[in-house]
C-alpha cells in the first residue's frame, strides 16, 4: 500500500513523496537528484576541491592540500614531482575503488572520465544513466552532500496535522 512521505534537509529542500517504504521514498529523492545542476556538477567536474574528486584526494594521513593555503601539506613536500603525482594517483585510484567496492565497473568508468581530463583546466566526465544514479545515491549517502535528510510519513488516520519538522 502506498504511503505519503515529507522529506526535507536543512538547506531548504523539500519534497512529498507516494511510496510503499521510507527506502522506496529515498529511492524517489534519489531520482529527482539526479537533474540536480548543481549536484550533477559535483559529480562530473573534476576539481579537486569542490567536486566529488575531493573526497579521493586524500591518503590515509589525510587530505593532500593544506585547507589553509591550498598548497599540498608539508609530508608531501619531500617527493619529486613525479612520484607525487604518482603517489596521488595511486591513492584516488585507491578512494575510487573503495567508494565504488561493491560495482567496480562505476569505478573504472570514473578513472577512465578522470583521466581523460588530465592536461584540460576544464573538463566534465560523460558518465552513464546507470552510474550517475548511482553516483548520486552514494553522494547523497557517503557525504554531507544532503546534511540531515529527513523523510517522515505523513499520516493523517489518527490526527488532522503533524509536524513534518520544527526548528
Same mark, same amino acid.
Given at each position: 500500500?502506498?504511503?505519503?512521505?515529507?522529506?526535507?534537509?536543512?538547506?531548504?529542500?523539500?519534497?512529498?513523496?507516494?511510496?510503499?517504504?521510507?527506502?522506496?521514498?529515498?529511492?524517489?529523492?534519489?531520482?529527482?537528484?539526479?537533474? $540536480?545542476?548543481?549536484?550533477? +556538477?559535483?559529480?562530473?567536474?573534476?576539481?579537486?576541491?569542490?567536486?566529488?574528486?575531493?573526497?579521493?584526494?586524500? $591518503?590515509?594521513?589525510?587530505?593532500?592540500?593544506?585547507?589553509?593555503?591550498?598548497?599540498?601539506?608539508?609530508?608531501?613536500?619531500?617527493?619529486?614531482?613525479? +612520484?607525487?603525482?604518482?603517489?596521488?594517483?595511486?591513492?584516488?585510484?585507491?578512494?575510487?575503488?573503495?567508494?565504488?567496492? +561493491?560495482?567496480?565497473?562505476?569505478?573504472?568508468?570514473?578513472? $577512465?572520465?578522470?583521466?581523460?581530463?588530465?592536461?584540460?583546466?576544464?573538463?566534465?566526465?560523460?558518465?552513464?544513466?546507470?552510474?550517475?544514479? +548511482?553516483?548520486?545515491?552514494?553522494?547523497?549517502?557517503?557525504?554531507?552532500?544532503?546534511? $540531515?535528510?529527513?523523510?517522515?510519513?505523513?499520516?493523517?488516520?489518527?490526527?488532522?496535522?503533524?509536524?513534518?519538522?520544527?526548528?
Amino acid at each position: 500500500m502506498e504511503k505519503t512521505f515529507a522529506a526535507h534537509d536543512n538547506e531548504g529542500f523539500f519534497v512529498i513523496v507516494k511510496a510503499s517504504s521510507k527506502g522506496e521514498a529515498f529511492e524517489h529523492i534519489i531520482k529527482l537528484k539526479t537533474k $540536480d545542476e548543481i549536484l550533477i +556538477d559535483h559529480i562530473t567536474e573534476f576539481i579537486v576541491n569542490g567536486s566529488l574528486l575531493e573526497n579521493f584526494y586524500m $591518503d590515509e594521513k589525510g587530505y593532500f592540500l593544506d585547507d589553509d593555503t591550498g598548497e599540498f601539506v608539508e609530508r608531501l613536500n619531500h617527493m619529486s614531482e613525479q +612520484d607525487l603525482e604518482e603517489y596521488i594517483d595511486n591513492c584516488i585510484e585507491t578512494n575510487v575503488r573503495t567508494f565504488w567496492e +561493491d560495482k567496480q565497473e562505476f569505478a573504472e568508468e570514473y578513472l $577512465d572520465e578522470l583521466k581523460k581530463s588530465k592536461g584540460y583546466e576544464t573538463y566534465v566526465g560523460n558518465f552513464s544513466d546507470d552510474f550517475m544514479f +548511482d553516483a548520486v545515491r552514494r553522494v547523497l549517502i557517503n557525504t554531507n552532500w544532503m546534511n $540531515d535528510i529527513e523523510i517522515v510519513e505523513v499520516d493523517f488516520t489518527e490526527k488532522k496535522i503533524q509536524i513534518i519538522s520544527q526548528s
